[in-house]
């Protein structure tokens, strides 16, 4: 579960070099473990298990979240432009509509 929670780290957030402390990743694990004993209506703790950290957890997804909103705005600007156009009548009338809320 360790090496596939930094193998899908990696690829969700396309950073093929990403590096976590052992720290996190167990934290990442426990976390994991925890979303899926939910599932099950159980909890880490009703098998006597430790939770993760959430202020590590916290971090963790800021860093992420920072290093994952670096976008390239040049490209995002070219890929406006280019797909802009294609909209077609009632695409358009959503895209100016959510345009004009955010403005």
Same mark, same amino acid.
């Given at each position: 579960?360790?090496?596939?929670? =930094?193998?899908?780290?990696?690829?969700?957030?396309?950073?093929?070099?990403?590096? =976590?402390?052992?720290?996190? @990743?167990?934290?990442?694990?426990?976390?994991?473990?925890?979303?899926?004993?939910?599932?099950?209506?159980?909890?880490?703790?009703?098998?006597?298990?430790?939770?993760?950290?959430?202020? =590590?957890?916290?971090?963790?997804?800021?860093?992420?979240?920072?290093?994952? @909103?670096?976008?390239?705005?040049?490209?995002?600007?070219?890929?406006?432009?280019?797909?802009?156009?294609?909209?077609?009548?009632?695409?358009?009338?959503?895209?100016?509509?959510?345009?004009?809320?955010?403005?």
């Amino acid at each position: 579960m360790h090496d596939d929670i =930094l193998y899908r780290l990696r690829t969700s957030f396309k950073m093929p070099n990403l590096i =976590l402390s052992n720290d996190q @990743l167990k934290n990442y694990v426990l976390y994991e473990l925890e979303q899926l004993f939910n599932d099950a209506t159980t909890t880490l703790q009703d098998h006597k298990l430790s939770m993760p950290n959430g202020q =590590l957890l916290i971090e963790i997804r800021n860093k992420l979240l920072r290093e994952k @909103l670096n976008y390239d705005l040049a490209d995002l600007k070219s890929q406006h432009s280019l797909n802009l156009p294609l909209l077609n009548n009632g695409q358009k009338i959503i895209y100016d509509s959510v345009v004009a809320a955010i403005l």
